[in-house]
């Protein structure tokens, strides 16, 4: 396939700001909840089964979560960060 196909199947990019969060949530779902299981089960007990069903389920919360909470803490994070004075001294 070269560059000009693929070209053709990617998303525009005012979809970055549903691909972060989903991704976020995707990746970060997957570890918390394996770490979850596995202290709640141990090693010897531990499914995969087990373990994906947990992760859909808190992957369902987490996804909508991040919708909701990054724009949220973008704003709070930007109480923290110094803004450069624009005004000429």
Do not use: E
Not at 3 to 19: E, G, I, T, V, W
Not at 26 to 31: K, L, Q, W
């Amino acid at each position: 396939m070269s560059d000009s196909q693929f070209n053709r199947y990617k998303l525009p990019p005012k979809a970055m700001h549903l691909l972060v969060p989903f991704f976020l949530s995707f990746s970060m779902s997957c570890i918390v909840s394996c770490i979850s299981v596995l202290r709640s089960v141990g090693f010897a007990n531990f499914h995969v089964n087990t373990w994906a069903a947990s992760w859909m389920i808190s992957w369902a919360i987490a996804f909508p979560s991040v919708l909701i909470l990054l724009p949220l803490v973008r704003k709070f994070s930007l109480m923290f960060i110094r803004v450069k004075n624009t005004i000429a001294k």
